[in-house]
């Protein structure tokens, strides 16, 4: 289609391409390019929605109990009754922070990660902050899902044990394929899986509970090996809270609702609140079940067996299809949660790219209209993780959920800076500020009041986290986060600079250029040099032969060549006494440079040699592409190649 | 310095660089570039001569006896007699190949290599044959040389023994070093250490043989194991060809004075052809002298220790300073050997290359005026070989000799081709051939027989180093050198077409460029599009704007801006529908190509924008450098980038 339109005296033409991609082996791995107006435009209800946003969330029962009782075992198999009450401790902290987002759902319709409720209420660090512990989060939640995912599965096929990173590795590759193609979040793809893990999960616990209840549960039949210390320590409150801190993990993904509430039917505020507070209703009452169970089984954490395997083997009597079903409802929903990153991190750097955060490549659509740059790099990165802990949940656990927190930290502390904000303007008013529009609202104290101790909650857990586990990894993070922000501030400063330096604002015409010289560097004459000559000739009427001699009968040989066939145009010989092509020409452009007047354009017309095969320019100089390298950085001076190319 | 002249009608201005090349690594490393009005013109005399030129022959005699006793090792020591009735047969060998050198020597006083003869008289497969056996034969002279003076240093420091490797590529890196510097064969340098070599070798000879007559020389104590194989073969006629075959890598070098005659003073094809046979009754004499005495004293062939050094030990009657003297000369002269291939094997391929058989870049000569390319492909290949063969002497020597004795048979045969056309001459008569004129001579009958004889004689050595090593290794270059000749015909012919393609024999310009028309594809508006813009303005007053969109806004936006600061020019804008770049513009500049007149011209003028640093390429596109790459083999169709550099 071409339409040709003359506004203002610039005629405009718009044209669509109607070119069809090539099938190739890219269109067989991830399917055949979208048209940017396929974009989907459904909305879920909170059933599908749960399925959708859960999993992270959900898929944390999986391993939280068991990096607990792992940490306890330090001081003996004693220690493992502080686990249900610690659990109900998290579980308070979860209802918190739940009804804290509860709050941010309503107030970001448009959807509110922490990267966004900082960036719009608390400024720019604060959002770098938040952008760099998302970032950090939502790598980490590829490789601990992942890695906790092939513990499930090493728990039911003992034999695959030395396997793990290449199982791992194996399925975050499948997880970014299927991504690549882009997972159209058709609902009830994910909907079967998930309910199949909470129904699988909730049959686990009340099987086992009413099987302690009336006395015939018993405990783990063949316990995984202890793998005890060498010596027994006592039960400090240090390690309490470092165990906290470790089942503190579930908390991760709560707050993967309220980055998707545009998914949502409408009122979709409301049905995104619902489905949250549903969400933790679920997690809470599985992860305080099995924290309950596990002390009277008698569960041992152990690399070789999960505590929710042992739960199931116990509580269903052996490995039957029960119990075969949790452990690949559990793997299932682990990888699935792996999706929840792959959704959210490109969607991440796509924001903070459009910000200017991040280099621009982060915002390009491939063509599948996903993110497919932040789908690579998420995947790649997880992958090295992955391959560096040698796919050990406990050994990445202590990397983990420090980001979580502190991103939880800064949304609540920007959601409370903006109920603050809101308290202050006149009832009725309006103000709009940065993204969004603050509308004066009653009962605004009650809320910040929450927002603010939901904050205050997360910044302890936090710190907490950040003390009990530094020398185990967390210092890793720490040290990582600090310098992901100072990154993001010099990708920012450069483009803003950039934007400065190019910006039309106050930019004036520079005079009309004077004079433009042609040079034409040669090292023989033939019908390659003379197509670069009638160039140059088209080009302007002041052109210059050069040829830089290492031999006096070559140059002579060029010079009476040049008498025949070079229509007269003036060739520069340059002495090379010391055998080098490059610098005599650059000394000679140098010099012709400072006597130019100024704008006055140089340009160098090189005739390049296309071999017909690749392999043949090992037999060829690449002059042109030398001179285009250093001469690349010189004002005023263009390089064109003049290819001839031989049939 | 600038001269301008006038001649018929064109301009021709001659100018000599004055930039002084800039000190780095480079320079401290191999020294200050040399102008090419440096290159030294000075001749040398018979004693040094022989000093420069004998290194390789005589350093074979530190490992042709050895090779020859590991063979007949297989029958038991008993079969060790034989070494010196076979000794014998190569001093005879040698005689004969000298008589036939010494004819060539005067017949070539410009230097007559293997690959001139065969070239000159015999045609281009043979004289490919020799280039390619050439070739081979400098790569493995220097992999075992090397190799051998290893194995003189591990004979007297036994710890080495496991460091042979990183030994021998240590050595082959220093000497590519110094021939990278450029040898200036200063003569006195080399002098020192033959003449050392010579007279310890004489001396070790000597002792042993007087002592041998007074009866006080016994055997060697303390012999190195023999490494005795599972069971005793028969002293069988192929054994004794096979070990002949291994003592007739003696001969190796004797070709080099044939390649460097240009070095002698006048006259010189007399100088050289005296030091030719002096040279050669040298390398006999000492040849039959260790051949003789291995039998008396029961030397062992070993890994462990040369057979040099026992005979040593032995006539010296220990470890002393004449021993350690002989090892260290053995040493040095191995060494020395391998500065042989460094100079013939860059001259080699620099002519091999002007010839067009080889990439031209081997006949650039570097900044210390020698053929830096040649001598480095030389050490990186010799250093390969090292490394696959764990330094070993014996390993190596089935590959070896093979070369040589093709080009000995070659360049022996093409004399022979030439004094047969001398003989068809009149008396008197001359005649122009290829490169050297033919003069009519007498005795071109017993000449001809001489260097047919010796071609026959090499030809037969090959032969039967061929058969009774194929299995060991000399398959390996008999699988190469063909490979190596039918691809230096395909170099070959890839230059001969290129240059027919590009002649300008039966060349007619074609008619004057009728239209020239560029595009200026843009992203959206700057400081940078319009100094592209600006350029194209001054190339032609056809240009057109190309705008691809992937979002009607920006479109809109670029459109609205083009209004303002595009001067009229007309604006295309690409719709994208699957958010391609690349793909929309080149179809639209085939369509334009499609429709265009005969020799019309397309050029792209590219705005790249130029980073402060490099590492900021990674936060842009890099669209310019691709759309080079895809344009580059379209005909017609120019790229210039325009670069705009932010300061």
Same mark, same amino acid.
């Given at each position: 289609?071409?339409?040709?339109?003359?506004?203002?005296?610039?005629?405009?033409?718009?044209?669509?391409?109607?070119?069809?991609?090539?099938?190739?082996?890219?269109?067989?791995?991830?399917?055949?390019?979208?048209?940017?107006?396929?974009?989907p435009?459904q909305t879920v209800g909170k059933?599908i929605g749960l399925a959708i946003f859960a999993s992270d969330a959900?898929?944390?029962?999986?391993?939280?109990?068991?990096?607990?009782?792992?940490?306890?075992?330090?001081?003996?198999?004693?220690?493992?009754?502080?686990?249900?009450?610690?659990?109900?401790?998290?579980?308070?902290?979860?209802?918190?922070?739940?009804?804290?987002y509860?709050?941010t759902i309503?107030?970001y319709p448009n959807g509110g990660g922490s990267y966004i409720?900082?960036?719009?209420?608390?400024?720019?660090?604060?959002?770098?902050?938040?952008?760099?512990?998302l970032?950090?989060?939502y790598? *980490?939640?590829?490789?601990?899902?992942?890695?906790?995912?092939?513990?499930?599965?090493?728990?039911?096929?003992?034999?695959?044990?030395?396997?793990?990173?290449?199982?791992?590795?194996?399925?975050?590759?499948?997880?970014?394929?299927?991504?690549?193609?882009?997972v159209r979040e058709?609902g009830?793809?994910f909907?079967?899986?998930?309910?199949?893990?909470?129904?699988?999960?909730?049959?686990?616990?009340?099987?086992?509970?009413?099987?302690?209840?009336?006395?015939?549960?018993?405990?783990?039949?063949?316990?995984?090996?202890?793998?005890?210390?060498?010596?027994?320590?006592?039960?400090?409150?240090?390690?309490?809270?470092?165990?906290?801190?470790?089942?503190?993990?579930?908390?991760?993904g709560v707050e993967a609702i309220s980055n998707g509430i545009t998914a949502f039917r409408?009122?979709r505020s409301?049905n995104a609140g619902?489905t949250l507070?549903?969400m933790?209703?679920?997690?809470?009452?599985?992860? %305080?079940?099995?924290?309950?169970?596990?002390?009277?089984?008698?569960? /041992?954490?152990?690399?070789?067996?999960?505590?929710?395997?042992?739960?199931?083997?116990?509580?269903?009597?052996?490995?039957?299809?029960?119990?075969?079903?949790?452990?690949?409802?559990?793997?299932?929903?682990? /990888?699935?949660?792996?999706n929840t990153s792959f959704a959210g991190f490109p969607r991440l750097?796509?924001l903070?790219?459009?910000?200017?955060?991040?280099?621009?490549?982060?915002?390009?659509?491939?063509?599948?209209?996903?993110?497919?740059?932040?789908?690579?790099?998420?995947?790649?990165?997880?992958?090295?993780?992955?391959?560096?802990?040698?796919?050990?949940?406990?050994?990445?656990?202590?990397?983990?959920?420090?980001?979580?927190?502190?991103?939880?930290?800064?949304?609540?502390?920007?959601?409370?800076?903006?109920?603050?904000?809101?308290?202050?303007?006149?009832?009725?008013?309006?103000?709009?500020?940065?993204?969004?529009? %603050?509308?004066?609202?009653?009962?605004?104290?009650?809320?910040?009041?929450?927002?603010?101790?939901?904050?205050?909650?997360?910044?302890?857990?936090?710190?907490?986290?950040?003390?009990?586990?530094?020398?185990?990894?967390?210092?890793?993070?720490?040290?990582?986060?600090?310098?992901?922000?100072?990154?993001?501030?010099?990708?920012?400063?450069?483009?803003?600079?950039?934007?400065?330096?190019?910006? %039309?604002?106050?930019?004036?015409?520079?005079?009309?250029?004077?004079?433009?010289?042609?040079?034409?560097?040669?090292?023989?004459?033939?019908?390659?040099?003379?197509?670069?000559?009638?160039?140059?000739?088209?080009?302007?009427?002041?052109?210059?032969?050069?040829?830089?001699?290492?031999?006096?009968?070559?140059?002579?040989?060029?010079?009476?060549?040049?008498?025949?066939?070079?229509?007269?145009?003036?060739?520069?010989?340059?002495?090379?006494?010391?055998?080098?092509? *490059?610098?005599?020409?650059?000394?000679?452009?140098?010099?012709?440079?400072?006597?130019?007047?100024?704008?006055?354009?140089?340009?160098?017309?090189?005739?390049?040699?296309?071999?017909?095969?690749?392999?043949?320019?090992? *037999?060829?100089?690449?002059?042109?592409?030398? *001179?285009? %390298?250093?001469?690349?950085?010189?004002?005023?001076?263009?390089?064109?190649?003049?290819?001839?190319?031989?049939?």
């Amino acid at each position: 289609m071409t339409s040709l339109e003359r506004q203002n005296g610039t005629a405009v033409q718009r044209r669509t391409a109607e070119h069809k991609p090539r099938r190739s082996w890219r269109t067989r791995l991830i399917g055949r390019p979208l048209e940017t107006a396929d974009s989907p435009h459904q909305t879920v209800g909170k059933l599908i929605g749960l399925a959708i946003f859960a999993s992270d969330a959900l898929s944390s029962t999986a391993y939280a109990t068991q990096e607990m009782l792992l940490v306890l075992a330090a001081a003996g198999t004693m220690a493992f009754g502080t686990v249900f009450p610690l659990s109900i401790a998290i579980v308070i902290l979860l209802a918190i922070v739940t009804l804290s987002y509860e709050q941010t759902i309503h107030a970001y319709p448009n959807g509110g990660g922490s990267y966004i409720v900082a960036r719009d209420n608390l400024g720019d660090l604060p959002a770098r902050t938040a952008g760099a512990a998302l970032m950090t989060d939502y790598i *980490l939640t590829v490789a601990v899902s992942v890695s906790s995912g092939v513990a499930q599965v090493v728990s039911a096929i003992p034999s695959w044990f030395d396997y793990r990173v290449h199982l791992a590795v194996g399925m975050v590759l499948f997880v970014m394929i299927v991504n690549l193609r882009g997972v159209r979040e058709s609902g009830k793809a994910f909907a079967i899986p998930t309910y199949f893990f909470v129904a699988s999960m909730y049959a686990t616990v009340v099987v086992g509970l009413v099987r302690y209840l009336n006395g015939s549960l018993g405990t783990v039949p063949n316990p995984p090996p202890l793998e005890t210390l060498h010596e027994l320590q006592a039960l400090t409150p240090f390690l309490v809270l470092h165990a906290f801190s470790n089942g503190s993990a579930a908390l991760t993904g709560v707050e993967a609702i309220s980055n998707g509430i545009t998914a949502f039917r409408e009122p979709r505020s409301r049905n995104a609140g619902i489905t949250l507070i549903w969400m933790s209703a679920i997690l809470g009452t599985l992860f %305080l079940g099995i924290g309950f169970l596990a002390g009277p089984i008698g569960a /041992i954490p152990s690399e070789y067996e999960t505590v929710i395997s042992q739960l199931a083997r116990t509580a269903f009597g052996g490995q039957g299809v029960l119990y075969l079903g949790t452990i690949a409802a559990t793997t299932v929903i682990l /990888i699935m949660a792996t999706n929840t990153s792959f959704a959210g991190f490109p969607r991440l750097t796509a924001l903070m790219a459009e910000d200017g955060f991040l280099p621009r490549q982060f915002t390009y659509r491939g063509s599948r209209l996903v993110y497919s740059r932040g789908i690579f790099a998420l995947a790649v990165i997880a992958c090295l993780l992955i391959i560096a802990f040698g796919a050990s949940v406990t050994g990445l656990i202590p990397l983990y959920a420090i980001g979580v927190y502190l991103s939880f930290t800064l949304s609540q502390a920007g959601m409370a800076r903006r109920w603050w904000k809101i308290g202050r303007l006149q009832p009725g008013a309006e103000a709009k500020e940065r993204g969004s529009t %603050l509308r004066s609202q009653p009962g605004w104290k009650t809320k910040m009041m929450i927002n603010g101790f939901g904050a205050l909650c997360t910044a302890v857990v936090m710190v907490v986290f950040s003390v009990t586990k530094f020398m185990e990894g967390a210092w890793i993070v720490l040290v990582l986060i600090p310098l992901l922000v100072v990154m993001l501030r010099a990708i920012s400063n450069h483009y803003r600079r950039l934007a400065q330096d190019l910006s %039309l604002e106050d930019f004036r015409e520079p005079p009309p250029v004077p004079r433009h010289r042609i040079l034409l560097p040669i090292s023989s004459v033939h019908q390659g040099t003379l197509a670069a000559l009638r160039y140059a000739q088209m080009l302007s009427n002041d052109v210059t032969a050069v040829h830089v001699s290492t031999d006096p009968e070559e140059a002579e040989r060029v010079r009476a060549q040049w008498e025949i066939w070079g229509k007269g145009v003036r060739l520069v010989i340059l002495g090379s006494p010391y055998r080098l092509f *490059l610098e005599p020409l650059l000394q000679y452009i140098d010099e012709l440079a400072s006597q130019r007047q100024p704008n006055e354009t140089i340009t160098i017309v090189v005739p390049q040699f296309v071999p017909r095969r690749w392999v043949h320019n090992l *037999l060829h100089t690449q002059t042109a592409m030398m *001179l285009r %390298l250093v001469l690349l950085f010189k004002r005023g001076v263009i390089i064109t190649d003049v290819p001839y190319q031989v049939e």
